[in-house]
């Protein structure tokens, strides 16, 4: 047969390219939702908010709000990304000080081992300075442990770097600057003799891992709270309060973090300096 009688091959047809388009309506949905999840609550900065999860949703081909909400229940990697988008981690070394000194004076007086909470230790600099703190006092390394958390992946691979700018230590007293860091170019790298009292977890203080930290003698949680609504702040607080070892567990907060003792602690005050313990 000559080709030319051949039935001619018909063309796959290309199915049209749908072009999606963007449709950002109120992102209330999605910030109850990270809420619920985190605690964190966003009551007058919805619009800066919302500017920044459109931001989020063209990094991540999301095209609505709608589309969000639905990757945060199914797809972890883009809540852990939003997490550690939308979360403040401002902190530096020895903020608010005199409770760590006052921790670091109740723990040499004390004489026994202590393990130390950090909820949450954001970068790594709370964590750091009460190990410091503690090591300057003389209390011998193995003696000392410290468990940090925080919600925010990001901050804790940076608290495991343990690499600061020259503005995290602007209230480090230079004889702890020079006996606990070292000077690489511009940074600051915390020693490893530090390094090593304090471990580093990704935990959201509102699941159930947080109850495999184990018991602790200190619990600091400081400029958590101040994101959370009242209620929010003593389900937090009671969460916390089950990782005391016992009735002389220290609980230290930020000035900011509630107004009213939540019914689980009671307040002490020594030395200038406010704590709590179980009620
Ligand atoms: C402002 S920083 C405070 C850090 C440090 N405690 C201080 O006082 O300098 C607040 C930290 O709380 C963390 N955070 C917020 N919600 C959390 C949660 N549900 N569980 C654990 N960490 C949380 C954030 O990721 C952030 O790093």
Redesign the pocket.
């Known amino acids: 047969m000559f080709d030319w009688f051949k039935p001619k091959k018909s063309l796959p047809i290309e199915p049209p390219i749908e072009k999606k388009v963007e449709n950002f309506q109120s992102p209330r949905a999605v910030l109850d939702r990270f809420t619920a999840i ?3 609550h966003f009551n007058q900065k919805e619009s800066v908010t919302a500017t920044k999860l459109i931001y989020f949703c063209r990094n991540h081909s999301l095209y609505s709000f709608e589309e969000l909400s639905y990757a945060i229940e199914t797809n972890k990697g883009i809540l852990e990304a939003l997490i550690n988008m939308l ?6 070394f020895f ?1 608010e000080s005199r409770q760590i000194f006052f921790c670091a004076e109740r723990a040499l007086r004390s004489g026994k081992p202590i393990r130390v909470l ?5 970068t790594g ?2 964590p750091y300075s009460i190990a410091m703190a503690l090591l300057d006092k003389g209390i011998l390394p193995h003696r000392i442990e410290i468990v940090s ?4 992946s990001d ?1 804790i691979s940076l608290a495991q770097e343990g690499m600061y700018n020259g503005r995290s230590l602007h209230k480090t007293a230079p004889h702890l600057q020079e006996k606990y860091f070292q000077k690489v170019g511009g940074m600051f790298n915390i020693a490893d003799g530090v390094k090593r009292l304090v471990h580093f977890h990704t ?4 699941e159930d891992s947080l109850f495999a930290l184990g018991r602790f003698d200190v619990i ?1 949680s ?3 709270l101040i ?1 959370f609504d009242e209620a929010t702040v003593i389900r937090a607080v009671e969460r916390l309060s089950r990782l005391a070892q016992n009735r002389e567990t220290l609980f230290f907060f ?1 000035h900011a973090d509630f107004v009213k003792t939540p019914p689980m602690l009671c307040e002490h005050y020594e030395d200038g300096v406010k704590f709590y313990t179980l009620s």
């Open positions: 985190t605690g964190i979360t403040v981690n401002e902190t530096y903020r950090c909820a949450p230790g954001s600099e709370e958390l925080d919600i925010n901050v935990v959201n203080i509102f600091f400081r400029n958590m994101y930020g």
